[in-house]
């Protein structure tokens, strides 16, 4: 969907009371991926990967969000080196040294919903991948910085564009920003309208205006902007097999600023 300078539609908004419980959904979903990621070793698979979220999220009184969507069957997407969003966790997937891995995890409580991701590395990663994942977080950090009242929502596509720009500067090297997949309101629903990109042109779309909540989710690679799905119809990979990071928090416009609501615990 496509929406004009003049458009008013504002991006979907919540009260105190609403943000403060999609926080406690949040808040489960950072303690599911702290706990994913310290049980990720060599040697383990991702589907015990998935468990730990699972488990995590399910004794927390939560609802793991992505089991079932759409008939997705993990709770957690796993995604390793050349795959950039939406792998199945497996059993036949073990992790091995110097793998890059993103885990995306959403958890439901009380009818809200909290999506967030991350990547990093298994045991010693090379430089490059390091630096990839660095530059993923500088973007979606960007991004957060331009979720302030009366901003639109490609200004927020322009911030993350920016902020990968930047992090090519720093690096002394491209990045590929992943083409058609981005962002997107929260709340009640996982997924809703509208839909946000990782690059563009400032000044369009809805407004922002205080409670309004966005997942933002930039997606870097070390080569391609192009990718494809796999034959089990979820997994999405780069063209080429260069690796991806996926970063990812649910965040709100307030007065005070933006307001990360999938925190993670130190």
């Keep these: 969907m ?13 009260t105190a ?7 406690a959904a949040g808040a489960i979903v950072g303690r599911a991926l702290v706990a994913v990621r310290a049980a990720a070793k060599p040697g383990v698979s991702t589907l015990e990967l998935d468990e730990v979220a699972e488990q995590v ?39 091995g040294e110097g793998d890059l891995v993103s885990i995306d995890c959403g958890a439901i409580l ?37 979720m302030l009242p009366d901003n639109r929502l490609t200004d927020i596509s322009h911030a993350i564009e920016l902020g990968t720009r930047v992090a090519q500067r720093e690096h002394g090297r491209d990045y590929g920003i992943v083409d ?25 779309g809805p407004k922002l205006v205080v409670g309004s909540v966005l997942a933002i989710e930039p997606m870097l690679t070390l080569g391609t902007v192009d990718t494809k799905v796999l034959d089990d119809d979820w997994t999405v990979v ?29």
Excluded at 2 to 14: A, C, L, N, Q
């Design 2 to 14: 496509v929406f004009g300078r003049k458009h008013k539609k504002v991006v979907p908004f919540r």
């Design 17 to 23: 009371g609403e943000l403060d419980a999609m926080a």
């Design 57 to 95: 999220i399910r004794e927390a009184g939560a609802v793991p969000s992505f089991k079932g969507y759409h008939g997705f069957p993990g709770s957690i997407c796993s995604s390793v080196n050349d795959r950039v969003v939406h792998g199945i966790p497996s059993s036949q997937e073990i992790l």
């Design 110 to 146: 009380d009818g809200w919903h909290g999506d967030s991701a991350w990547t990093f590395g298994i045991g010693e990663i090379i430089e490059a991948d390091r630096l990839l994942s660095e530059a993923t977080k500088l973007s979606m950090e960007a991004g957060i910085a331009a």
């Design 180 to 204: 058609g997949y981005g962002g997107h309101a929260i709340g009640r629903e996982m997924h809703m309208d509208p839909f946000l990109a990782n690059e563009g042109e400032p000044g369009r």
């Design 238 to 266: 780069t063209t080429d097999g260069s690796r991806a990071a996926h970063w990812e928090h649910t965040v709100a416009v307030t007065d005070d600023g933006p307001r990360i609501l999938t925190v993670r615990p130190e």
